[in-house]
């Protein structure tokens, strides 16, 4: 088993920073990937960014250039540093983990509101 917990969501101005972190605990050995979704009202839950154990990440074309997925091993965190914040970039975001064998492990959300 896997437990994902974010933070570092809130409510920041358009053109803002904010930077969510996934603090992960349990069987990490069988994490391969680590991904931030997010799901705004009314909409399906989309990929945000992603990044394999080797550290090749993949961005979602909406966030390229402003937001930057990264991990620190030793603290089995996950990291999504969000720059010049658009109001479309409101949503919920969650932390993913996929195992080897192909299960998902979800965090349970945070917030973030970006106001214009």
């Known amino acids: 088993q896997v437990q994902l917990v974010e933070s570092g969501g809130g409510l920041v101005q358009a053109g803002g920073s904010l930077r969510l972190s996934c603090a992960a605990s349990?069987?990490?050995?069988?994490?391969?990937?680590m991904a931030w979704y997010r799901q705004a009202a009314g909409k399906q839950r989309e990929l945000v960014a992603g990044?394999?154990?080797?550290?090749?990440?993949n961005y979602a074309n909406s966030v390229k250039g402003r937001f930057t997925i990264s991990r620190d091993n030793d603290k089995n965190t996950v990291y999504l540093q969000m720059n010049s914040l658009k109001p479309e970039d409101t949503a919920v975001y969650y932390c993913?983990?996929?195992?080897?064998?192909?299960?998902?492990?979800w965090g349970q959300g945070t917030q973030v509101t970006v106001s214009s």
């Open positions: 993913s983990g996929r195992s080897l064998l192909g299960i998902f492990y």
């Open positions: 990044i394999i154990s080797g550290g090749g990440t």
């Open positions: 349990g069987s990490m050995f069988s994490i391969e990937y």
